[in-house]
């Protein structure tokens, strides 16, 4: 148990200051928030799309549908991924959309 407490003790940054770690968290928070949000979004546009594929081309086209919209719900949380990330180390973030 003492391992382990020193281990987590270690593993803690130093607190530089209160002020800007709070930011930091808010910021985080918020672009992780973001990154959800979008990544919601297009999951839900790929079933929409998938589905409206299936009903006028039939499986064939509802595949080729889900994986292109698979393919840009990866690419927008991977972005979003990327910002969250900037966030936590108290980067500048760039506006993704």
């Given at each position: 148990?003492?391992?382990?407490?020193?281990?987590?003790?270690?593993a803690?940054?130093?607190?530089?200051?209160?002020?800007g770690?709070?930011?930091?968290?808010?910021?985080?928070?918020?672009?992780?928030?973001?990154?959800?949000?979008?990544?919601?979004?297009?999951?839900?546009?790929?079933?929409?799309?998938?589905?409206?594929?299936?009903?006028?081309?039939?499986?064939?086209?509802?595949?080729?549908?889900?994986?292109?919209?698979?393919?840009?719900?990866?690419?927008?949380?991977?972005?979003?991924?990327?910002?969250?990330k900037?966030?936590?180390?108290?980067?500048?973030?760039?506006?993704?959309?």
């Open positions: 148990m003492i391992v382990a407490l020193l281990a987590a003790l270690a803690r940054p130093p607190l530089a200051n209160a002020a770690k709070r930011t930091s968290v808010k910021n985080t928070a918020k672009e992780a928030t973001k990154t959800a949000g979008r990544t919601a979004k297009e999951g839900a546009l790929t079933f929409g799309r998938s589905t409206k594929a299936f009903f006028t081309g039939g499986p064939k086209a509802a595949k080729e549908a889900w994986k292109a919209g698979a393919a840009k719900t990866k690419q927008a949380a991977k972005a979003g991924g990327r910002s969250t900037q966030a936590a180390k108290g980067e500048q973030v760039r506006p993704s959309h």
